[in-house]
């Protein structure tokens, strides 16, 4: 019995005061389990994250992104959006404050706009005209554009014969010509064919620049359907032609998309070919054309000019907006190559 008590006295004065005043041997058991518990979780160590090159690049490119993206923004829309406001105040509040970067409600004003698109015999500018002509040279443009550009670019990826390869590499040689070497060319031979002067006759023209660069943006497409789909629709008894406008035509929708709002971009803002054609016949003009002429008229005040601008920026951004996703599909079509 004494060498028990002496054992038990021996091992309270090992253990921590805390532990002895919590009393009896079970409460002393728990207490001292507990205290070393606490104590291991003190004492381990707490995990250090080392620094890395990778660690260091993922943090620094999160955030010039987010700079990049913004300072794009800034330079895309600041333009715009001043242009926006010239448009809408009167010449008056322009001359006493240009600098200012909003409108009140009180300088509020659509009667630039109202000049701009009245026609030219009530004293206008005749801008809704003129957007006609745009809209039917355009889409004349991508109608004609697309009818050469999908044969051609089906048989330069699908068909094998001599010098396919380079006839490809040519289309987009003949892209790079400068715009000014084709004109006189075209100009004397439709004067002949006696197109100079109308719309029609401007689209066909449009055909020389916006072919080359349709054809390679479809080639690469059409090269990555595969070609199992083309068979199977000829083991069903399709030709050749309605293979490619029953199954080619819808898969390549997409890419079809892009590259006819490409072409509608290029054939609406062109300025060269339609001065060319289009100078002797006012009636025909394009909204190039308008804006040109505005922008060279000594009576014509800065805000009417803006307004114009606007008239001529807002079908592009708002056709782009309405087809932006099947435009990224046509875009990034084509680049894998596996």
Known sequence: MSDA??????????????????G?????????????????????????VPFSRARFEERLFGVLRWAVIALLALVTLVPFYYMLLLSL?????????PGRLWVSTREFT??????????????????????????LASLGAVVLTLLAAIPGSYAVSRLRFFGGRQLSAL??????????????????????????????????????????????????????I????????ALDGCSRLQTVRKVVLPLAAPSLTATGLYIFMIAWNEFLFALLFLAATPENWTVSLGLQQLANGIEVSK??????????????VLLFLAAERLLTEGLTSGADKS
Do not use: C, H, W
């Open 303 to 316: 805000t009417v000019l803006m307004a114009g601008s606007v008239v001529l920026t807002v079908p592009v």
């Open 5 to 22: 008590r002496t054992n038990t006295g021996r091992q309270r004065r090992a253990m921590p005061a805390s532990v002895i005043r919590a």
């Open 89 to 97: 105040k009167p010449i008056d509040a322009l001359l006493l404050d």
């Open 171 to 224: 289309f987009l040689a003949v892209y790079l010509f400068p715009a000014t070497l084709l004109a006189v060319p075209l100009f004397v031979m439709f004067a002949k064919i006696g197109l100079q002067g109308s719309i029609v006759g401007l689209a066909i023209v449009y055909i020389a620049q916006t072919v080359p660069v349709s054809v390679y943006m479809l080639r690469n497409y059409f090269a990555t």
């Open 24 to 48: 009896g041997d079970g409460g002393t058991a728990q207490a001292a389990a507990a205290g070393e518990k606490n104590s291991g979780r003190r004492r381990a160590p707490r995990a250090r």
């Open 110 to 135: 659509l009667s630039t706009y109202e000049e701009v698109l009245r026609p030219t015999s009530e004293g206008g500018q005749g801008f809704l005209g003129m957007l006609r002509n745009s809209a």
């Open 226 to 233: 595969p070609v199992s789909v083309e068979e199977a629709a």
